[in-house]
């Protein structure tokens, strides 16, 4: 049985729902059955987490900064409360079922969220040394600029290096993170590019975009949704 791979979507104006094909196309490409999990699940996060097998939190809007504790920065963009209390919940429950999570950009700062972490509203504004460009004026398949992982990390063991390319599409970012999770990669100006538990099988965040990389035949992304997709593998 091909396990059943949930992943969360964004929502526009409140009423409509969107999610990036790439994300269905790696989970299918990598041997998951991806279902598409809109907002107002809330009431059904313990039947879905049961019936899922594993969960990609995706990419999308900016997260509601009273989730840890802030005022809205000047430079916040639009967010949806309906989906961050959503993913916070499935996060949150995953974890405690010890199911695999590749969580992606936006997926990255919600997970910390949810395990009490924070983050950055815009890093630009807010970190203040001279940044990368993290949002590149490049198509989605470019590989932008370097991130060093930590040694005997999960990333590095699944890229196989501990130093790689990839592409980025952020102005938010992890700040700090809270247990279970701790930092496995940065970019060279010190941004976090990669958190994983420490505490489960495979729970992974990344700030880059790997569904758009897998499927031009990136081997580190291809790898991620295939570490994945093995984890959640019912035996």
């Not at 009431?43 to 939190?57: F, N, T």
């Not at 700040?175 to 505490?199: M, N, Y």
């Amino acid at each position: 049985m091909k396990p059943i791979i949930g992943v969360t979507s964004n929502v526009e104006n409140d009423f409509t729902h969107t999610l990036s094909n790439d994300y269905l196309q790696a989970t299918l490409q990598a041997g998951g059955v991806p279902v598409i999990l809109p907002i107002g699940l809330d009431d059904d996060v313990s039947q879905i987490a049961e019936a899922i097998d594993g969960l990609v939190l995706s990419g999308g809007g900016d997260i509601d900064p009273m989730l840890f504790g802030e005022e809205p920065h000047q430079k916040l963009g639009r967010i949806a409360p309906g989906r961050d209390t959503l993913e916070i919940a499935l996060t949150q429950r995953l974890l405690e079922l010890n199911k695999p999570i590749l969580a992606i950009c936006r997926g990255i700062q919600i997970m910390s969220i949810a395990a009490g972490g924070d983050m950055y509203q815009d890093i630009y504004s807010q970190i203040g040394a001279p940044l990368l460009q993290h949002t590149q004026n490049a198509n989605r398949f470019h590989l932008s600029h370097r991130v060093k992982a930590e040694g005997h990390s999960l990333i590095a063991k699944i890229a196989g290096q501990t130093e790689f390319k990839v592409n980025s599409f952020h102005h938010q970012a992890v700040r700090d993170v809270a247990l279970p999770f701790v930092v496995s990669a940065r970019s060279s100006d010190g941004v976090i590019e990669a958190i994983e538990s420490t505490e489960h099988d495979f729970v992974i965040g990344v700030q880059w975009h790997p569904e758009a990389l897998a499927l031009k035949g990136d081997a580190i992304a291809k790898q991620l949704f295939e570490s994945l997709v093995r984890k959640a593998t019912k035996s």
